[in-house]
């Protein structure tokens, strides 16, 4: 295992073996910290991206405490389309156990590409958009069926 951020509010990590991406987020910190939460986060897309052509992300904010809309657009605006330049394929997010932080996240993805961005309700619901969209990329490039 690759941990490359380790704090009380949120941790960002990598298995070893595949081009994926873990990030769980319990808090939103200062805006300092969460600007090297995603420094952190883009490094490992960039170095992931390097050995493996495309990346993955899975962050599962299933815990987190209210996040404002503000932060929200912020790290949409500003940190995810840095994420995607450098090789993010695509990103799949645990829904918040929060109401407010749930709507909060579909307002924002709202105007993103589902092709590119999927809200899910468990782990087990992330992990497997993202199985599909890696077979998705060997049928492009293997064939018309994945074996």
């Known amino acids: 295992m690759n941990v490359v ?13 595949s081009p994926c991406i873990f990030a769980t987020m319990y808090h939103i910190p200062s805006l300092t910290r969460f600007k090297e939460m995603s420094d952190a986060y883009l490094k490992l897309v960039k170095k ?4 493996y ?19 929200l657009y912020l790290y949409y605006n500003s ?6 330049q450098n090789g993010l394929r695509y990103k799949a997010y645990v829904k918040p156990k929060n109401l407010f ?3 909060s996240l579909e307002e ?4 993103l590409d589902p092709q590119k961005v999927g809200v899910f309700n468990t782990f087990e619901e992330a992990l497997q958009a993202v199985n599909n969209k890696r077979s998705e ?8 069926t994945v074996l």
């Open 5 to 17: 951020f380790d704090e009380d509010f949120a941790k960002v990590w990598s298995d070893g073996y």
């Open 48 to 51: 992931l991206s390097s050995e």
């Open 79 to 84: 940190y995810l389309p840095k994420q995607f």
């Open 101 to 103: 932080s749930q709507f």
């Open 108 to 111: 924002v993805l709202k105007g």
């Open 53 to 71: 052509r495309e990346v993955y992300g899975i962050s599962n904010l299933s815990e987190s405490q209210p996040i404002s809309i503000e932060a």
């Open 137 to 144: 990329k060997n049928t492009r490039f293997y064939g018309e």
